[in-house]
């Protein structure tokens, strides 16, 4: 493996690489293999042993999954990571190897879907505790804390009303109390915004997003402090949840191209709020570098662009909301966000479903709220498809 990290990131996307075969390939292969094999016994033992770090079990490592990993840990700036098979299971083994019974969770209240469904339905299961806080009221937090607290954890922008928090302020109040702060950073990825340069000691990611880029696999990553990582390692060879190697192949090919991608995604993204803004059916307008976001100093003190993620809300509620993505004609309906095309979702009715109607609200999740993932496409062409649509569902 190429450790050469002294590169700038951007490059180190493209230039990281597990080390050539005897082939001389300029392109890194797909290592498919379910197992490695040794040379003797000997060799097998030590191995085994952790004395070498040799490959043993797709399982536990792969030289494709492990190039992926360096690739992020080297964007990120962190000590060590690991691979996981989506992105929910980065974030559960990060909870469950680091959080036993009787352990406290503090979380932003403002979290995806199924984030909120392990951490109201599941960790309760193990005896882990959980309280949720307003990320609009960060003087409020630390009075939050119990002697048993032992993560932060938040997404920052949140999905999916791009509630946006100080990691600097978050990451003295964890240091203060000796508590983990574990960052989501699927809206920013590392080109955006890089929580461990800010105080953080876990970052979260749904690779399934804007690292893939184009909705082709799924993948998870969590990356950190090496002595975290090693817990969270230990847990994941023994429950399993491994990427595969055809998707780390996949993830870490795109990576080449993710800074490219994620300056258009922002570029296109920006244009596309300012130009909402003044839209007659809607009531508001949602974006971290519009200076009417609320956050909007401390997004453009702690992130290099705003992201490919845009919400806005529609006056007519719900019914029109309806109408609104029943009338497009380009952008996609589908589950997802961060891909090449332009993707148009209805989080009260999909992504957030399960939350009660009073939750879905306290995190700002109205019946009129509209998703937007902006693309790769000319914005011109996904601008125009917004406002017919927006025009045919008023």
Known sequence: MNKKNHYQPDTNAVRIQTARTNEMEHSTPMFLTSSFCFDDAEEMRATFADETDFNIYSRFSNPNVDEFVQKMCALEGAEAGYATASGMSAIFASFMALLKAGDHLLSA???????????????P???????????????????MIKPNTRMIFVETPSNPGLEIIDMELLAKIANKHNIILNVDNCFA???????????AHLVTHSATKWIDGQGRV??????????LIKEIHTFCRSTGPAMSPFNAWVLSKSMETLYVR??????SALKLAQALESNPYLSSVKYPFLPSHPQYAIAKKQMS???GIVCFEL????????????????????????????????PASTTHAKLTDQERAIVGITPGLIRISVGLENIKDILEDIEQALEKSK
């Open 109 to 123: 209240r403002s979290i995806f879907g199924s984030t909120h469904t392990v951490v109201t339905k599941f960790l």
């Open 189 to 199: 990825t590392p080109v955006l915004q890089r929580p461990i340069e800010a105080g």
């Open 315 to 346: 006056k007519g509620g719900l019914a029109q909301g309806v109408r609104f993505l029943n009338a497009l004609q380009l952008l996609s309906l589908t589950a997802n966000l961060g891909d090449s095309r332009s993707i148009a979702s209805h």
């Open 305 to 307: 662009g705003g992201g």
């Open 125 to 143: 299961k193990w005896g882990i505790e959980s309280s949720y806080f307003d990320m609009n009221d960060p003087g409020g937090i630390e009075a």
């Open 262 to 267: 994620m300056e258009r995604h922002s570029e």
């Open 218 to 227: 799924l993948g998870g990553a969590v990356v950190g402090k090496k002595e």
